[in-house]
């Protein structure tokens, strides 16, 4: 059996024992009644209709019609999911490029580095949803539309890692390339050029993927407070509200929400395999290549 | 004028802390236009360091080094200097023949001409079949031709060398070496080269420096009569054997004292 | 080197962060007075900063509270996520199922799990918040923890395999030493998202007496000063957690490169 078939197989494979693990959870609570067999001690999560739906009636919702005559559910929310990631897209180029160039700037100033750095890691500190609200006031005094107030809370948590791994690639290469560009009279820009952006190329695509998923969750988060009617936000919350009549609705808005992260980060991933030579990818676990993983397969299998 | 001329060069690493290295001390030495010179010693002797004071990679404490009568900085901007370390150093992501060009491309020569001269050089070191390989593709003696091959194809006047064929194997090594008197003849280059191993530095030297550790200073340095060109048969020849009985002899007087 | 003297080169390293911030308060301070901006719009830093000291007891319960939670299911995720990494890493068939797995779920906006966590677990509940942040901080610890226990190189294993080592003595005498490294950067991400995860699960609904409710309503009563300090206060608990790890980081592998000259 080829590798990947191996992993697909094993992947379906735990698909299969969570969705087991889900049923079988709730069908022992109907039988046992809400409780550990064999005790009196309470189930951590109560296993009725409303909190656990059956995992096919999850499905089932997403081809019904969002409500009576109209569309169906997975249309309305792929509608919902094109327009979050109008914001999403727009979040990740604006993050990315702003990370990028922030590496560029620590890689070519020390100074820099050591006043701004700090400042960096502690931005990701700061809950960006709460500040959300009062960039939302902004927007409206300066007449700008508000998903674009939504990118930039998208923007915000995407520049993070970009910038980090930006920095890491830039030094990636060895002190002996450095000397070989200097014994040829290379200029800064010619080193950043030639030798060190080519360096940080495999190191800015795990970062990208990483952006990819957090732009993501800042367009989600960044729709509640701005109160955009449209977003897959405004719908989970919409779902969320009216979870006692419709749980699996809920449940069916989060696999969407959740299949968005995986598409954008696929597309990232995409551009890696189309961009960087197998020979150059950093290794991905799970693929675990090249001698190393070649050993472990013998320990470890 | 010499190639190469070092009045009084002296090296301290940390001065002034408790970790002060004394690398290299009082070296004088001067090389004529077209010499090659071995720079043998134990580890830790500063050879390395000598070869990075004249390459301008980093400043002597005191004395002076002039590179064609010039001070090493301006030589660099002169692009006097090829280099080659231990490790070949080819970007992974440049083909062979990219690779060569590269310091073309940073002193800006227009791409055809560019193109045209690192192909040259590919077929002087024999690797003109592999112009569209990448690195990865290449063993250990193949990477360290392309790396000679990109240190030379901008026609330097000098070629510094660290430890060049230290990561082969002896065959390779032997090979490599005969190759490196192939190429100086045809281009007629200045070689300082650093080396640990005794019959390399003698099969290919003019004259062989011999260096202590601690503080790293010349000792002795040996000439090498040996006919040229030299092939394989000089490895045999009796005179051959002498000489490395005379660089073994003024290493180990280093080592004892 | 001397106390002193140490700590005035630490302290001359970090002059220019240090003035940055200063500066960056200066000139916000300045902003706010000189264009007269009004309070919903920019507080001033002053302004903040008394209100930190009137709202003392408020805000720090809803911050104690908040941290607590974070704390709890930052432990809570790690501790699954050491433990389920230690599995793909000894049994192939648990890693070529969980790992794809898990960089899919690593993938998605695990953030909007909250409304699900407060209809389990109701609203007041705090297990729903630790619910929340230890499923967010599980997946990343685990991949970084996998990829850290496969990163030895084929040599040392075979260090191990000529002493005759076993499976389970190599796992613990060389994956599990190597691999610490990975375990503790990804941590120290983890410890700021998990402060995040908890107070964006409180926007969700939840206590008042929560970092994220207390934010959410005084925005909605216009009292952004309230606001603020509490959004400065979040953000001083993420960067306390983040150097708590920092510090257990150098008690623990004082022989990594990445702490040696820090």
């Known amino acids: 059996m080829s590798p990947n078939a191996r992993r697909l197989l094993s992947f379906l494979g735990i698909l299969a024992v969570l969705v087991a693990v889900w049923e079988g959870y709730k069908w022992m609570g109907t039988a046992t009644g809400g409780v ?88 990701q500190t700061v809950p960006i949803l709460a500040i959300a609200p009062i960039l939302v006031v902004w927007a409206g005094r300066l007449n700008v539309t508000r998903w674009l107030v939504v990118a930039v809370v998208s923007a915000y948590l995407a520049f993070f890692p970009v910038a980090i791994n930006t920095l890491r690639g830039l030094r990636s290469p060895d002190a002996t390339a450095s000397e070989l560009m200097r014994s040829y009279a290379a200029t800064p820009n010619q080193v950043l050029w030639k030798l060190q952006v080519p360096a940080a190329l495999p190191y800015l695509f795990p970062a990208l993927k990483i952006a990819a998923t957090a732009s993501i969750i800042g367009a989600i988060v960044g729709e509640l407070p701005a109160s955009m009617p449209d977003g897959l936000g405004r719908a989970i919350l919409n779902f969320a509200a009216a979870f006692s009549a419709a749980p699996e609705k809920l449940f069916a808005s989060i696999l969407v929400a959740s299949l968005v992260g995986i598409g954008f980060v696929g597309i990232v991933v995409l551009a890696e395999r189309i961009l960087i030579p197998p020979s150059r990818r950093l290794e991905d676990v799970g693929e675990a290549a090249g001698p190393r993983g070649r050993a472990l397969k013998e320990v470890v299998a | 004028m010499s190639a190469l001329s070092l009045r009084g060069v002296e090296k301290v690493f940390n001065p002034g802390s408790d970790q002060e290295v004394r690398a290299v001390h009082g070296v004088d030495l001067s090389v004529e236009r077209g010499e090659f010179i071995s720079v043998i010693g134990p580890s830790g002797c500063g050879k390395s360091t000598l070869l990075r004071l004249i390459g301008d990679l980093t ?114 090594r032997e090979r490599m070496q005969s190759e490196l008197l192939r190429i100086r003849a045809e281009t007629g280059t200045t070689v300082v080269f650093v080396t640990h191993s005794i019959p390399e530095a003698v099969f290919l030297s003019t004259r062989v420096v011999i260096m202590s550790p601690r503080p790293g200073t010349i000792t002795e340095v040996v000439d090498i009569d040996l006919p040229e060109p030299r092939s394989d048969e000089t490895r045999e020849d009796q005179h051959f054997f002498e000489l490395l009985t005379g660089v073994r002899e003024g290493l180990r007087a280093v080592e004892d004292s | 080197m001397t106390y002193r003297a140490e700590f005035l080169r630490r302290l001359y390293f970090r002059l220019p962060a240090i003035g940055i911030f200063v500066g960056g308060l200066i000139v916000w301070e300045g ?68 790992l794809p797995f898990a960089i899919a779920a690593n993938s998605t906006p695990i953030i909007v799990l909250a409304p699900i966590a407060n209809s389990w677990f109701g609203l007041r509940s705090p297990f729903g918040s630790i619910f929340v942040v230890a499923i967010l901080v599980f997946f990343p610890v685990m991949i970084n923890l996998v990829r850290g226990l496969l990163s030895v190189d084929a040599s040392e294993i075979e260090l ?58 005084k925005a909605g009563l216009l009292q952004f000063e309230e606001a603020w300090a509490a959004i400065v206060l979040a953000s001083l608990f993420g960067i306390a957690l983040y150097n708590i790890v920092v510090l257990i980081e150098r008690r623990v592998i004082p022989w990594h490169v990445s702490v040696r000259n820090a």
């Open chain 3, 31 to 98: 902003l706010v007075r000189a264009f007269d901006i009004k309070g919903f719009i920019l507080p001033a830093p002053t302004a903040i900063a008394t209100t930190f000291a009137t709202e003392t007891a408020d805000l720090l319960t809803a911050g104690v509270g908040t941290f607590s939670t974070a704390l709890a299911g930052l432990l809570l995720g790690g501790l699954l996520a050491v433990l389920t990494a230690l599995a793909a890493a000894r049994w192939r068939f648990v890693r070529d199922g969980a």
């Open chain 1, 36 to 123: 550990w067999p064999g005790t009196g001690i309470d189930l951590p999560v109560r296993t009725n209709e409303r909190s656990m739906p059956h995992t096919w009636d999850i499905i089932i919702a997403l081809l019904r019609p969002a409500r009576r005559g109209g569309d169906m559910l997975l249309l309305v929310l792929l509608k919902a999911a094109l327009f979050t990631w109008r914001s999403a897209l727009l979040g990740f180029v604006l993050g990315s490029a702003v990370g990028f160039g922030l590496g560029v700037l620590f890689v070519r100033s020390a100074l820099a580095e050591r006043g701004l750095m700090p400042h960096v890691v502690a931005s």
């Open chain 2, 59 to 172: 400043p002597p404490s005191s004395g002076t080094v002039l590179v064609n009568g010039k001070t090493p900085a301006k030589a660099r901007l002169d692009r006097d200097y090829g280099m080659v370390f231990q490790s070949a150093t080819l970007l992974e992501w440049r083909r062979v023949q990219a690779n060569v060009e590269l310091p073309l491309e940073i002193m800006g020569m227009d791409a055809a001409e560019r193109s045209r001269q690192a192909a040259a050089m590919l077929e002087l070191v024999q690797l003109d079949r592999f112009a569209n390989h990448y690195p990865w593709q290449l063993s250990g003696g193949m990477q360290q031709r392309v790396a000679i091959a990109r240190a030379l194809v901008f026609k330097p006047s000098i070629l510094l060398m660290d430890e060049p064929f230290g990561a082969l194997d002896e065959m390779t």
């Open chain 3, 160 to 217: 191990m395999d000529s002493y005759a080592a076993g499976r389970r003595t190599t796992l613990w005498k060389l994956q599990f030493p190597h691999s610490t490294p990975y375990l503790f950067s990804a941590l120290k991400v983890a410890a700021a998202l998990s402060l995040i995860g908890a107070i964006v699960k409180e926007f969700f609904g939840g206590s008042q007496e929560r970092l994220g409710q207390y934010i959410t309503t």
